[in-house]
């Protein structure tokens, strides 16, 4: 497959044509952002562990019977993807009460959730991506209330998984944010699972092992997204 021109460049990853119109090629960035970009910085090599990572996740997904845009690892930055028709909307899956939903609610970071929540979220940089339910989604043409449905059900399929494969690993899953397109009226599951992306604690000793280092200047930020993705690997190539 031949990369062509750059169709979009957004704060963690570049999107490239490709000669397959069925398909994207995908470079992840080292740049790291926080609260909808105000904060800037470099994460060394994230771009290398985000890319092994989200493939890795996405393989595995995929080995469960959920359909994610995930094709090829090409090397260490880059991967090819399904061409999808990205939907403006995060989900976001919660098991344990933090960032957020800690300051929303009232809870301390560290609650465990009766039962699984999922947020919505319109993903709109310069309004901060404010949270909206299935009725703005389809109001507003983002998504119809079947497409959420959908988009839900998959995400609690993905957070079965995961929540297996983490506690392997010794990791517990706080919370993520997944986001989903179409492609040929199918939904997929898109973007990255990652550190960036989820928030994981070390089960035992609670320490942060997730983007909330860099976001709170906790230290340790490239060391945390290694120790997680070879944790995770071990677990992956041991299930
Ligand atoms: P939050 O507690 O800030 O709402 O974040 C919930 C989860 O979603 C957390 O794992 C981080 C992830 N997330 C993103 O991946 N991108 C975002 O823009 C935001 C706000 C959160
Ligand atoms: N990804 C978002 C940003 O850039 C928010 C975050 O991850 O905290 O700014």
Same mark, same amino acid.
Request: aromatic share 10%; net charge negative.
């Given at each position: 497959m031949q990369k062509s021109a750059m169709l979009y460049e957004g704060k963690a990853k570049k999107i490239y044509d490709t000669d397959d119109q069925n398909c994207f090629w995908v470079e992840y960035k080292d740049d790291a952002t926080a609260f909808n970009g105000v904060k800037k910085g470099t994460i060394v090599d994230k771009g290398i562990i985000n890319n092994k990572m989200s493939a890795m996740m996405f393989k595995y997904l995929e080995g469960k019977g959920i359909e994610t845009h995930f094709v090829e690892l090409l090397n260490d930055r880059e991967q090819i993807v399904r061409r999808l028709d990205m939907m403006p909307l995060e989900v976001v899956v919660r098991n344990i009460v933090a960032g957020s939903l800690s300051k929303r609610v009232g809870k301390d970071e560290?609650?465990?959730?009766?039962s699984t929540v999922l947020e919505l979220y319109y993903k709109d940089d310069s309004l901060g991506d404010p949270m909206v339910n299935e009725t703005h989604a389809q109001a507003m043409g983002w998504a119809s209330i079947e497409e959420v449905e959908t988009m839900k059900k998959i995400a609690l399929r993905v957070n079965e998984e995961m929540a297996k494969l983490t506690a392997k690993a010794g990791i517990t899953l706080v919370d993520y944010k997944l986001e989903f397109g179409k492609a040929n009226g199918k939904i997929f599951l898109g973007d990255e699972i990652s550190p960036d992306t989820c928030r994981f604690w070390? +089960?035992? +000793?609670?320490e942060k092992l997730d983007k909330d280092r860099f976001r709170r200047d906790l230290g340790k930020v490239e060391e945390a997204y290694v120790e997680v993705y070879s944790r995770l690997k071990e677990a992956v190539e041991n299930a």
């Open positions: 560290g609650y465990v959730l009766a070390d +089960t035992e +000793t609670k």
